[in-house]
């Protein structure tokens, strides 16, 4: 299947700076990436979704100025968590699909994310 | 849907026996369902997916079931074994959308 890398796959941070996660579609283009975040022991919560050349759709609760998503080509989405605190350490996790419609979404390794 | 709060059910079974993970799903739109499992630390793996507009499809070792009438989805594993240790979660795409709203997750632990 297709394959969706993600990196890194763990950072630490510390409190009050900004951390960068990317997310790259390695043998397709995706016009549009999902970014979700899980606490242990949870499923994964939507956050955005990632749009390539316009502006990301967040869910709701989700402060985009926090969370800061570039979908500057059809094969890279990064996510950049501003001004991090130590309730923002998570996993985090990013999807996309191949093609439209009923399809699979394939998943990048994850990013452990942890703030001090 | 999201279970802030809560922690993970558990389905303990022996390896060989088949295993039946449930999931509810919240919106009578969706039209596409996909199993995944995670292994801890890891993004979630696809399993097996099924169109709205059937009720049963079968993979190696897998079957999918699903009840539109009731909003229910289940995972059937057979023949379990230790490497399907992980968390297995439901997830539905919605109508239209193109984005995943995933279940709970249920705990898989294969005693051997």
């Known amino acids: 299947g297709a394959v969706v890398s993600q990196h890194p796959s763990r950072v630490i941070c510390k409190s009050g700076t900004s951390v960068k996660i990317e997310c790259r579609s390695l043998?397709?283009?995706?016009?549009?990436m999902f970014w979700y975040r899980q606490f242990p022991k949870q499923s994964l919560m939507l956050m955005a979704t990632s749009n390539e050349g316009s502006k990301a759709t967040y869910e709701q609760g989700v402060e985009k100025d926090k969370f800061l998503i570039n979908h500057a080509s059809l094969t890279l989405s990064t996510l950049t968590v501003t001004s991090a605190h130590p309730e923002d350490s998570s996993f985090y996790i990013c999807?996309?699909?191949?093609?439209?419609?009923?399809?699979?979404?394939?998943f990048g390794q994850g990013t452990r994310l942890t703030v001090v | 849907g999201e279970s802030v709060g809560l922690h993970l059910p558990t389905l303990s079974v022996q390896e060989g026996d088949n295993s039946i993970i449930n999931c509810a799903y919240s919106n009578s739109a969706s039209d596409y369902f996909i199993w995944y499992k995670q292994e801890s630390g890891k993004g979630p793996q696809f399993i097996i997916d099924i169109r709205s507009n059937m009720d049963k499809r079968q993979g190696q070792r897998v079957t999918v079931l699903l009840n539109k009438t009731v909003k229910h989805l289940s995972l059937q594993i057979a023949a379990t074994q230790p490497g399907d240790s992980a968390v297995y979660f439901c997830?539905?795409?919605?109508?239209?959308?193109?984005?995943?709203?995933f279940g709970t997750g249920t705990q898989l632990k294969v005693e051997l």
């Open positions: 043998d397709f283009q995706a016009t549009t």
């Open positions: 997830a539905e795409n919605t109508g239209g959308g193109n984005k995943l709203t």
């Open positions: 999807s996309a699909r191949d093609r439209q419609g009923w399809t699979e979404a394939f």
